[in-house]
């Protein structure tokens, strides 16, 4: 179990979903909102149709940690809740997406992921 870091990777994002999950719970933050905007980072898949570069650089904005967690924190600095709902929703969905083994794309092909060939 612990020589295969592909198992280890999908646990940890699955640990990751579940603490963001149980922190926008403890908020107090609207679960109709989560309904609603779980799904709005694939949106980002739109760029396939024009051409693999694009649709690489466009998913991979959508599905970067870094700048769900960046909104987090700028509204947990200005005392904006929305921003901060939005943040963790945002990172749920990514680390959703990790967890089933989905990961930021390569030009070459849609099913090229950092974290393995898609089949």
């Known amino acids: 179990m ?11 994002y699955a640990v990751l979903l579940l603490a963001a999950v149980t922190f926008y719970q403890h ?4 679960w109709l909102l989560f309904a ?5 980072p694939d949106l980002s898949m739109l760029g396939y149709m024009a051409n693999p570069r694009l ?3 466009l998913y991979n904005c959508g599905h970067a940690i870094f ?6 924190l700028l509204g947990f600095a200005f005392l904006r809740f929305l921003p901060m709902a939005i943040g963790i929703i945002w990172f749920s969905h ?6 089933l083994g989905y990961g930021l794309k390569y030009t070459t092909h849609f ?3 950092h974290m393995q060939h898609l089949g």
């Open 2 to 12: 612990f020589t295969r870091p592909s198992f280890i990777l999908h646990v940890e």
């Open 67 to 72: 700048f769900p967690v960046l909104l987090c």
């Open 36 to 40: 609603v905007l779980f799904l709005v």
């Open 111 to 113: 099913k090229d992921t």
């Open 27 to 30: 908020l107090h933050f609207s």
């Open 55 to 57: 649709e690489s650089a």
């Open 94 to 99: 990514i680390v959703f997406d990790r967890m």
